[in-house]
T-cell receptor, first 114, second 113 residues
Framework: ETGVTQSPTHLIKTRGQQVTLRCSSQSGHNTVSWYQQALGQGPQFIFQYYREEENGRGNFPPRFSGLQFPNYSSELNVNALELDDSALYLC?????????????FGPGTRLTVL | AQSVSQHNHHVILSEAASLELGCNYSYGGTVNLFWYVQYPGQHLQLLLKYFSGDPLVKGIKGFEAEFIKSKFSFNLRKPSVQWSDTAEYFCAVKANSGYALNFGKGTSLLVTP
């Protein structure tokens, strides 16, 4: 059984640029959630995708957007990058549908915005 | 809005000492409760979870946690820690009908030989 994978591992961007992060869910999981973890903080929920639709969103601006594909993999897009966007971005997959319970995390993508 | 509070940000213990990490949350409805661990250089892993039933739940690697509904608490315990337990520990709460895991700020545990 393959766990959650994310790419790339590390990324450096400059302010104002756009970035796309990718996530492959664990086998058999159809729900994907994205989190932002700033240094020294716990992860903060960005949004969740189920059946290719966003079905829950945290307190993040619209420049954070996502997609889920028919194979349940997902992308997180961030436009107009700001310095405060520097963080570890975590993807988590879960087996259920809406409000799916246990989430399993990938290794994360470390984004640095200069 | 939900919030999760972890009382200890940094804990240092000697091997074989007992561990208790506090976690309190604020939410009036039914919740699912989790403890995750992040070992150095590794990703977040699930230690244990509580959905319903027996409020004392057992997880991997000898960890357990007790849900006390009246105190809105879900404290993590281990009777005897090992050097390999050195890690960051996160408490997380999800409303039973919700989507998001709400995490505490984490507790950094260092176990010395």
């Amino acid at each position: 059984e393959t766990g959650v994978t994310q790419s790339p591992t590390h990324l450096i961007k400059t302010r104002g640029q756009q970035v796309t992060l990718r996530c492959s869910s664990q086998s058999g999981h159809n729900t994907v959630s994205w989190y932002q973890q700033a240094l020294g903080q716990g992860p903060q929920f960005i949004f969740q995708y189920y059946r290719e639709e966003e079905n829950g969103r945290g307190n993040f601006p619209p420049r954070f957007s996502g997609l889920q594909f028919p194979n349940y993999s997902s992308e997180l897009n961030v436009n107009a990058l700001e310095l405060d966007d520097s963080a570890l971005y975590l993807c988590a997959s879960s087996p259920g549908g809406l409000g799916a319970d246990t989430q399993y995390f990938g290794p994360g993508t470390r984004l640095t915005v200069l | 809005a939900q919030s999760v509070s972890q009382h200890n940000h940094h804990v240092i213990l000697s091997e074989a000492a007992s561990l208790e990490l506090g976690c309190n949350y604020s939410y009036g409805g039914t919740v699912n409760l989790f403890w995750y661990v992040q070992y150095p250089g590794q990703h977040l892993q699930l230690l244990l979870k509580y959905f319903s039933g027996d409020p004392l739940v057992k997880g991997i690697k000898g960890f357990e946690a007790e849900f006390i509904k009246s105190k809105f608490s879900f404290n993590l315990r281990k009777p005897s820690v090992q050097w390999s337990d050195t890690a960051e520990y996160f408490c997380a709460v999800k409303a039973n009908s919700g989507y998001a895991l709400n995490f505490g700020k984490g507790t950094s545990l260092l176990v010395t030989p």
